[in-house]
């Protein structure tokens, strides 16, 4: 974790320049966020994977929602290809999306504490679920849920959404759906980079030669997988 270097990109307004704010690890970013965001904050990733950019043609790659723990920790939900359903500290979660970029929006007004509950009882009730993204095309139920339709489902159960056929939302469809209809606001656009630990120089032209051949093939991997396989 300490590894990371996450920078905030706060945008108040559509005609105003961002606000870049540094912060020195993904602790202080959490403080940073948790210090904006509530219950029902959805983090929308603009990623690098390649099939939901072209099928849905938008940046949006993969959704999240914060629910706050009993004793102030904001935790993330999502469902993740590879993962399936989970749910994590924003901390982890900041981490395991860098380098990214992640959109938050925040509802219109609170949740009330009924609400809360069923968000977070649904959410929980999902946990294990197995990642399945295929039937977004077709819009019948399967045993897994791709993000956008867990994310969905949450809202429809608490009446903030009222949506025909969840499997066919997508990131990108559910920013218009909840911002055309004025249920949630926009927040900070959240710039994650990764800042590579210090390294001792290899001794020898051959050590170093085997080393930058071990990074490129390393980050051209991590880089495909990102593209492809959408993790």
Known sequence: MNSTLIALIIAT????????????????????????????TLLFSQGDCLAV???????Y???AT????????????DSMNGSGVRKMPLSQYLTDQSPDEVQLFHPN???????????????????????????????QR?????????????????????????????????VEGITTHQVYRTGPVVEIPVVLEPVSEPQGRCARMWYDTKECTSRFCRQMSRW????
Do not use: M
């Open 109 to 139: 007004r609170p949740f009330s504490e009924k609400e809360i509950q069923c968000y977070r009882d649904h959410l929980e009730s999902q946990l294990g679920r197995p990642y399945s993204v295929k039937h977004h095309i077709t819009g």
């Open 53 to 59: 950019r072209a099928y849905t043609n938008s940046p």
């Open 228 to 231: 492809v396989l959408c993790r």
């Open 61 to 63: 790659t993969h959704v």
């Open 13 to 40: 307004a559509p005609a105003d320049s961002p606000t870049e704010v540094i912060v020195s690890s993904p602790e202080a970013a959490v403080c940073e966020i948790s210090a904006a965001s509530q219950t029902g």
């Open 142 to 174: 399967v045993s897994g849920l791709h993000c956008a339709e867990y994310v969905t489902d949450a809202l429809v159960e608490i009446d903030w959404l009222k949506v025909k056929n969840p499997p066919r939302v997508s990131p990108a469809s559910l």
């Open 66 to 77: 914060i629910v706050y723990s009993s004793d102030g920790t904001p935790v993330v939900y």
